[in-house]
């Protein structure tokens, strides 16, 4: 049995119907230690049948389900004997499908909302019979099917949950998967360990003793090229990789003067010469060589895609004097399986490269991703469990191009070492006030601004330092963090008087949409 297959002895499966949270579905899942995966509608259902879940789980999606066109599934799927719950539009679709009716809600539910529970419920086993969750729902379901029971309701919404225990069906209108929805894991918990009776072995240890043997097993006596960003992805891939087969890996790592403070030297620190892991490490200097590039360009995505085929460049010329390898290595996660299209029915939002167009530059038989099954809070697990230090495993999310779009406009040596002190600064102050791990992000950019400033008795003509703080479930969506002012106050001190060419300093308070996390 491979590692795949171990996995899969005891799954959940989660269909999508294109709702905005399918991942954090399956993400909420294996937090109850039980393995998940994610489907289109459109999955046959004899796949379904072949993969023999433990149970299934519909999304919620932006559709109505009695809609000529709206995504659906065959009434076979609730006669497998397989436990099913349906989320918001799932929980409609099911009740649609089985001979319930689904309407247009007289009263638009959208927000918290206090929902009064059945504890008799295996749902709602250890749930408080009021508890606050998350509604978002146009249409509402005005009769449930024939042997379902309502289980739950709001001031506005008669059947906010409801189900055919005889047949393991159950309907949620809410959505548990939030944390809005102060005991959504609680019930999703009851769900996966009650009712569907998964035993809990997903867990991060085994995990990485599988994949150690998967791996060891696929590469033989082969050897493994792997693009190491410093990131966290794939820096847990090249720790992953080390573990399996150790000198039969050659990490390249290419420096292009575009990363944080000091960052180029921590990651040689863990993975170099004299670091803890057992294989080849190539360090590439190409700063000069990406700021001579970069000379001049301004326009965002044009910078974006000079970086990135400059990267292509300089990993193809360290590739040929390795020569031939039989693996290319990346450190690609479930979501960008998921964004790509491979996964759920979701949008497509990038293309499924990690390194985008080196499989056409490198000599190499066959791709690894050794963490594509994991999200990116599993990936951080692995890489404490393979003994990567916190520091880099709890590393703030950084775009692949760098600072080279946390600088607006032309990219130079000069903003590049105003930017990155100022990020140090900012970073170091909001650890020491204990908000690193309670922050989503955070980090200082480069305005095109400059203005006249009084530093001491003489006048000055500087850049504005903008810092960023932002907290999100998915990325798609961000707020801004609320930072407490005194913070903020000594953080645009510190700036101001330690970095030179520096004397103002912004909050951005924009949101996602409309701003984007990023600045370009």
Same mark, same amino acid.
């Given at each position: 049995?491979?590692?795949?297959?171990?996995?899969?002895?005891?799954?959940?499966?989660?269909?999508?119907?294109?709702?905005?949270? +399918?991942?954090?579905?399956?993400?909420?899942?294996?937090?109850?230690?039980?393995?998940?995966?994610?489907?289109?509608?459109?999955?046959?259902? =004899?796949?379904?049948?072949?993969? +023999?879940?433990?149970?299934?789980?519909?999304?919620?999606?932006?559709?109505?389900?009695?809609? =000529?066109?709206?995504?659906?599934?065959?009434?076979?799927?609730?006669?497998?004997?397989?436990?099913?719950?349906?989320?918001?539009?799932?929980?409609? /679709?099911?009740?649609?499908?089985? *001979?319930?009716? @689904?309407?247009?809600?007289?009263?638009? %539910?959208?927000?918290?909302?206090?929902?009064?529970?059945?504890?008799?419920?295996?749902?709602?086993?250890?749930?408080?019979?009021?508890?606050?969750?998350?509604?978002?729902?146009?249409?509402?379901?005005?009769? #449930?099917?024939?042997?379902f029971r309502i289980t739950a309701h709001t001031a506005d919404c008669p059947v906010a949950a409801a189900e055919c225990a005889e047949k393991r069906l159950y309907a949620i209108q809410f959505h548990p998967e939030v944390l809005h929805t102060v005991e959504g894991t609680k019930m999703l918990y009851?769900? @996966?360990?009650?009712?569907? *009776?998964?035993?809990?072995?997903?867990?991060?240890?085994?995990?990485? =003793?599988?994949?150690?043997?998967?791996?060891?097993?696929?590469?033989?006596?082969?050897?493994?090229?792997?693009?190491?960003?410093?990131?966290?992805?794939?820096?847990?891939?090249?720790?992953?990789?080390?573990?399996?087969?150790?000198?039969?890996?050659?990490? #390249?790592?290419? $420096?292009?003067?575009?990363?944080?403070?000091?960052? *180029?030297?921590?990651? =040689?620190?863990?993975?170099?010469?004299?670091g803890d892991f057992d294989l080849n490490f190539i360090r590439v200097n190409a700063q000069e060589r990406y700021y001579a590039k970069l000379a001049g360009v301004t326009e965002p995505e044009t910078k974006r895609k000079i970086i990135g085929e400059e990267f292509i460049r300089v990993f193809e010329e360290e590739a040929k004097k390795i020569g031939a390898v039989d693996f290319l290595a990346q450190g690609t996660i479930y979501p960008d399986v998921v964004e790509s299209g491979l996964g759920g029915e979701s949008a497509v939002i990038k293309s499924h490269h990690n390194v985008g167009g080196?499989?056409?530059? @490198?000599?190499?038989? %066959?791709?690894?991703?050794?963490?594509?099954?994991?999200?990116? $809070?599993?990936?951080?697990?692995?890489?404490?469990? /393979?003994?990567?230090?916190?520091?880099? #495993?709890?590393?703030?999310?950084?775009?692949?191009?760098?600072?080279?779009?946390?600088?607006?406009?032309?990219?130079?040596?000069?903003? #590049?070492?105003? @930017?990155?002190?100022?990020?140090?600064?900012?970073?170091?102050?909001?650890?020491?006030?204990?908000?690193?791990?309670?922050?989503?992000?955070?980090?200082?950019?480069?305005?095109?601004?400059?203005?006249?400033?009084?530093?001491?008795? %003489?006048?000055?003509?500087?850049?504005?330092?903008?810092?960023?703080?932002? +907290?999100?479930?998915?990325?798609?969506?961000?707020?801004?963090?609320?930072?407490?002012?005194?913070?903020?106050?000594?953080?645009?001190?510190?700036?101001?008087?330690?970095?030179?060419?520096?004397?103002?300093?912004?909050?951005? /308070?924009?949101?996602?949409?409309?701003?984007?996390? %990023?600045?370009?």
């Amino acid at each position: 049995m491979d590692r795949k297959e171990k996995l899969s002895a005891e799954k959940v499966i989660v269909i999508d119907f294109g709702g905005q949270y +399918n991942q954090l579905v399956a993400r909420r899942v294996r937090e109850c230690n039980v393995y998940c995966e994610i489907y289109s509608y459109k999955t046959d259902i =004899e796949q379904i049948k072949t993969m +023999n879940p433990k149970g299934i789980i519909l999304t919620g999606g932006p559709n109505s389900c009695y809609e =000529e066109k709206a995504p659906t599934y065959q009434k076979e799927l609730f006669a497998l004997g397989i436990p099913v719950l349906g989320l918001c539009y799932g929980a409609q /679709l099911m009740m649609h499908v089985l *001979g319930g009716k @689904v309407e247009k809600a007289p009263v638009r %539910e959208y927000g918290k909302t206090q929902v009064h529970v059945d504890l008799s419920s295996p749902l709602f086993a250890d749930v408080a019979e009021t508890t606050t969750c998350w509604m978002s729902h146009f249409d509402y379901i005005s009769q #449930v099917a024939a042997g379902f029971r309502i289980t739950a309701h709001t001031a506005d919404c008669p059947v906010a949950a409801a189900e055919c225990a005889e047949k393991r069906l159950y309907a949620i209108q809410f959505h548990p998967e939030v944390l809005h929805t102060v005991e959504g894991t609680k019930m999703l918990y009851n769900f @996966v360990r009650g009712v569907c *009776g998964c035993t809990g072995a997903w867990r991060m240890d085994s995990f990485v =003793e599988e994949s150690v043997k998967q791996i060891r097993e696929k590469v033989g006596s082969g050897k493994v090229l792997l693009a190491l960003s410093g990131g966290v992805d794939s820096s847990v891939a090249a720790g992953l990789l080390s573990r399996a087969i150790g000198k039969q890996l050659t990490c #390249v790592f290419v $420096d292009h003067g575009l990363l944080r403070k000091d960052e *180029g030297n921590e990651v =040689e620190a863990v993975f170099g010469p004299n670091g803890d892991f057992d294989l080849n490490f190539i360090r590439v200097n190409a700063q000069e060589r990406y700021y001579a590039k970069l000379a001049g360009v301004t326009e965002p995505e044009t910078k974006r895609k000079i970086i990135g085929e400059e990267f292509i460049r300089v990993f193809e010329e360290e590739a040929k004097k390795i020569g031939a390898v039989d693996f290319l290595a990346q450190g690609t996660i479930y979501p960008d399986v998921v964004e790509s299209g491979l996964g759920g029915e979701s949008a497509v939002i990038k293309s499924h490269h990690n390194v985008g167009g080196l499989p056409d530059y @490198v000599d190499f038989k %066959e791709i690894i991703e050794p963490l594509r099954d994991l999200f990116k $809070d599993e990936v951080r697990k692995a890489g404490l469990e /393979l003994g990567i230090p916190e520091k880099l #495993v709890y590393r703030q999310p950084f775009p692949g191009p760098g600072l080279g779009i946390r600088i607006i406009g032309e990219v130079t040596a000069k903003k #590049v070492r105003i @930017v990155q002190e100022a990020d140090a600064i900012y970073r170091e102050e909001i650890a020491k006030a204990g908000l690193d791990r309670t922050i989503g992000q955070y980090f200082a950019a480069l305005t095109n601004m400059r203005s006249v400033g009084v530093m001491g008795d %003489e006048r000055t003509y500087d850049y504005a330092v903008a810092l960023r703080a932002v +907290n999100t479930v998915d990325f798609m969506t961000a707020e801004s963090a609320e930072v407490p002012w005194e913070v903020l106050q000594v953080v645009m001190s510190r700036i101001i008087n330690e970095v030179r060419g520096v004397n103002r300093v912004f909050y951005d /308070l924009t949101s996602k949409p409309p701003g984007t996390i %990023e600045f370009e």
